[in-house]
DNA sequence: AGCACGCCGACT
DNA sequence: GTCGGCGTGCTC
């Protein structure tokens, strides 16, 4: 600080949620303190908004004076930590994001920067009162009992078994004085020490080595893998008992959908606390008592979904990734990111140990384990006597059909030896509707969508035809729209309506539930069924993709992949990692109970690679030929870019060049540059904004792609403005 | 005239 | 990201 600061107005940098690539100035009123990572209040255009003192002492970039306006309010809160604001940078250069956006994504927390108001609480005093009853008798003695401790209003009332009058008449009367009490922590704090498990040989070194990794108090990374059922879930609890030990916070990261109560429940009984929770639908005074008592260190453990990576924990001890694979890591909008690569990067800069767990690895995972830049630690048998299913392809040329079915005759066999022995099967196809196609027989007309020109599917139950891309909907027609022709319209290929109509037909007898994301009663009605299952309710369950994942099934015996080569051709780069994650999660759902179980898997490619590794379960030679694919490959450090669209940033022009790579049909993995053949080295040096139209998957990879370009011919004014969107059309 | 909508630049 | 200003073009 200069000498003549005392005289001159003393100004902060201070991150806003603006897409600037540097922090504002503000000027710092008389008797403000605010250093690095202070949460403060500060005017942008006409409105307040949160923002952090950030680091450097902000008087080179002088701005004109007259622009200077002051900090409304320096907050009462932690300020985010070194490693905090550092984490903060990192994923701003790496996403090519303003860091004042990923500061946001911090402080989107609309209250949490002022202290939690006391809670108002009572305690006993000595006065008694003139007048007593039998109610007063028992909140009196109840309110005795516990000495030293305070009660709320309503929490004696309710415990007393008496009404709030009486309480209030207690106060009044002077046998009760108020206090403030502090306010309630989100979760008790969990145990260590609770249900601690005994596990035995391959679990317990497993949980040795990562609780040794714990102890050290280092940056590592270890892949913990295993199977499904092989306990991946014990053992890492045992990491989170020694960073609890240790005193230190520990952030279990999930996707969505498996932040379910069982894991909740699960935890629970370890620890005998519920873990913190964190994700987008919190409610608003959970989600600031849980940022807050975070910050202060009191929440010792979060579970939480991506967005938990940007909580300010004061003194982190282990990040886990729990499926570490799943897509639902990458976020697609605003900043992106995957939050599986980002954890590591935090773990880095926290100097603790990240833990990424998965039962099929991502490749790029399982590279970096065999080329040890991560510690592997496998689980490769199942937990207790429950064994996996024997899993074969099914050759559909061998053994095909029956027209107009989808079934095989080895399949039905299969679930009629399964229904004779009172046991449950699984048919799994990943697409909903009745059928994915609608032509007419007499003109050939084909339903598309008017707005986006993907095929309506059928929904037969609804009795309509939807566009699965935008919403769209309209009735099934009698007569076809083209020709005017009747009863001529034919449904083309299966969904799993049309499935469970095959199924039907074949075993009029069977209960049969038939499961998908768009099912008619949502979330509640499907948990519902899910719990129908699991008691034996249901013989023959039919299911989407939404089967794979989360939920278990205790008593399923066989598992039928009704078309396994549907996710093989569709041109996502991922497309065989994705298959080989499917069909292992969802044949991996059978057998938990100890019988011997099954998986099918029909198949016109019964020498696909990805589908002999399935059915072999050799993981060895799945990693080996992906990864010797992806070394090919042109994105760093490996992976293959679908198409790259680089166009002037308007939708128009976008589009069109959408549908000329439409018109080229590219094949897989290759790079198409499109537009002027300058636009990427204009693209480096920021002349232009670019908009950039890539498959769905992918997003998140093509930032690591167009950040390793800009690397290799740095932008030197910084300016690059990256967007990122999807044509869902551009592979199909 | 009145206003809905889209584009553009400023925000410290 | 969010706001206000301003121009265009349409409706009451």
Redesign the pocket.
């Known amino acids: 600080m200069s000498a003549d600061s005392s005289t001159a107005t003393q100004t902060v940098?201070?991150l806003?949620?603006?897409?600037?690539p540097?922090?504002?100035?503000?000027?710092l009123g008389e008797g403000m303190q605010a250093g690095p990572g202070t949460i403060v209040q500060?005017?942008?255009?006409?409105?307040q908004v949160p923002g952090v003192v950030w680091d450097g002492a902000g008087e080179d970039?002088a701005?004109d004076p007259k622009?200077?306006?002051?900090v409304t309010a320096v907050f009462d809160c932690p300020p985010l930590t070194g490693d905090m604001r550092r984490f903060i940078g990192w994923v701003a250069r790496y996403t090519l994001s303003a860091p004042g956006?990923v500061a946001?994504m911090v402080l989107r927390v609309p209250a949490a920067f002022e202290p939690e108001p006391p809670v108002p609480g009572l305690q006993l005093t000595e006065r008694r009162p003139e007048r007593m009853t039998a109610a007063r008798e028992r909140v009196l003695a109840l309110a005795g009992e516990s000495s030293p401790m305070a009660w709320t209003r309503s929490g004696l009332a309710h415990a007393a078994g008496v009404s709030l009058s009486v309480v209030d008449g207690l106060t009044k009367a002077g046998a009760f004085e108020e206090i403030a009490l502090p306010p309630q922590p989100v979760v008790a704090a969990p145990d260590p020490a609770y249900g601690a498990p005994d596990l035995q040989g391959e679990q317990a070194q497993a949980a040795k080595a990562l609780a040794d990794e714990v102890a050290a108090h280092a940056f590592s990374v270890t892949l913990l893998e295993g199977v499904t059922g092989a306990g991946k879930t014990e053992v890492y609890f045992e990491a989170i008992a020694a960073a609890l030990e240790a005193g230190r916070q520990v952030l279990v990261m999930l996707p969505e959908i498996a932040l379910t109560q069982s894991f909740i429940d699960r935890f629970e009984a370890r620890f005998g606390a519920p873990p913190a929770p964190w994700h987008s639908d919190l409610p608003p005074k959970t989600r600031e008592k849980v940022w807050r008592q975070v910050a202060e260190g009191s929440v010792r453990v979060v579970a939480g979904a991506r967005s938990a990576l940007f909580l300010p924990f004061a003194d982190l001890g282990l990040i886990v990734v729990d499926e570490e694979h799943d897509a639902a890591y990458k976020q697609e909008?605003?900043v992106y990111y995957n939050a599986r690569d980002m954890a590591v990067v935090r773990a880095k800069l926290a100097h603790c140990p990240a833990v990424l767990v998965s039962a099929t690895p991502s490749v790029e995972t399982r590279h970096n384990a065999l080329e040890g830049r991560y510690r592997h630690v496998r689980l490769p048998r199942r937990f207790a006597d429950a064994a996996l299913p024997d899993v074969a392809l099914v050759d559909m040329r061998k053994s095909p059909p029956a027209r107009g079915g989808f079934l095989s005759p080895v399949l039905l066999e299969a679930m009629a030896e399964t229904l004779q022995r009172g046991e449950q099967s699984l048919l799994f196809l990943n697409r909903r509707g009745y059928a994915p196609l609608t032509l007419c027989r007499a003109c050939g007309h084909r339903f598309a969508c008017e707005n986006c020109s993907a095929w309506l599917v059928e929904h037969r139950f609804r009795g309509q035809l939807q566009c699965h891309h935008c919403g769209h909907h309209e009735p099934v027609p009698e007569a076809c729209p083209q020709c005017g022709t009747f009863d001529h319209l034919v449904a083309c290929g299966p969904g799993i309506e049309r499935i469970a109509e095959e199924t039907l037909a074949h075993f009029p007898e069977a209960r049969v539930i038939v499961l998908s994301s768009d099912m008619v009663g949502g979330v509640k009605r499907l948990r519902l069924e899910m719990e129908s299952i699991a008691k034996g309710e249901a013989d023959i369950i039919i299911g989407t993709q939404l089967v794979a994942k989360g939920h278990n099934f205790p008593l399923l015996t066989l598992v039928g992949v009704v078309d396994a080569d549907l996710g093989l051709a569709n041109g996502d780069p991922r497309a065989a990692e994705r298959t080989f994650q499917l069909l292992s999660q969802v044949t991996g759902r059978a057998g938990r109970t100890g019988r011997k179980s099954h998986g099918l898997i029909q198949t016109y490619q019964p020498e696909h690679p990805v589908l002999k590794a399935c059915a072999d379960g050799d993981l060895e030679a799945f990693y080996a030929a992906q990864i010797a694919e992806r070394k090919r490959g042109a994105m760093p450090p490996f992976g293959r870019l679908a198409a790259i669209i680089v166009s002037a940033n308007?939708r128009q022009s976008a589009e069109a060049h959408g549908r000329a790579l439409r018109a080229a049909a590219p094949a897989s993995g290759d790079i198409m540059v499109l537009g002027p053949a300058e636009a990427p080295l204009a693209l480096v040096r920021g002349r232009h904004r670019f908009r950039l139209l890539v498959h769905g998957s992918e997003r998140a990879d093509m930032q690591a792609y167009l950040r390793a370009m800009i690397a290799a011919a740095p932008n030197p004014r910084g300016s690059v403005r990256v967007a990122v969107d999807v044509d869902p059309q551009s592979f199909l």
Not at 16 to 20: H, I, L, R
């Open positions: 940098p201070v806003v949620p603006t897409p600037s540097e922090p504002y100035t503000y000027a500060v005017p942008l255009g006409p409105r970039a701005v622009k200077l306006r002051p956006m946001r909008d605003r308007d």
